[in-house]
């Protein structure tokens, strides 16, 4: 996600090249923050697995959350690194149903679309315009 001002631009999460071209195409020259889901500690371990989530699911989300963070301090923008469970408080939106992916996404996708009445929400965007909503809470934006 990106505030130009008053626009609020969202896309999906894109392969590594096109990342490394949108956020080069954004970024303004002064201090851009760039607002990243922070992997927890305990990813892999016995109480993350019990989500159903296998190894190779897990070393991608790292992998991926390495490689945001690895592109931004290159391109000299400023990684803010939120933890799931604080950007989801700020938002008011836990899983303390413990839903699935599916309806939990829904929820997500409910939520942002709460927040950001005039940006065209979807499954693939709704968590980073959340993150990204918290994030700028966190740094007083």
């Known amino acids: 996600m990106w505030d130009l001002g008053s ?3 969202t896309c999906k999460m ?3 090249d096109r ?3 949108l956020l080069r ?3 303004f020259g002064h201090e851009t923050h760039v607002f990243i889901e922070q992997i927890p500690k305990f990813a892999g371990t016995r109480q993350f697995a019990q989500r159903n989530i296998f190894g190779a699911s897990i070393a ?3 992998g991926n959350y390495k490689l945001c963070v690895g592109i ?3 391109l000299g923008l400023r990684p803010v690194c939120v933890v799931p469970l604080k950007w989801q408080n700020i938002v008011e939106c836990r899983n303390f149903d413990r839903l699935e992916k599916g309806p939990w996404k829904n929820r997500l996708k409910d939520r942002a679309i709460r927040l950001f ?3 065209r929400v979807t499954l693939a965007t709704a968590d ?3 993150i990204a909503f918290a994030g700028r809470k966190i740094l007083g934006l």
């Open 7 to 9: 626009q609020v631009v």
């Open 19 to 21: 990342l490394v071209e």
């Open 72 to 74: 931004c301090l290159g």
């Open 128 to 130: 980073a315009l959340l």
């Open 14 to 16: 894109p392969e590594e």
């Open 25 to 27: 195409h954004w970024c």
């Open 60 to 62: 991608t989300l790292y």
């Open 117 to 119: 009445p005039d940006v």
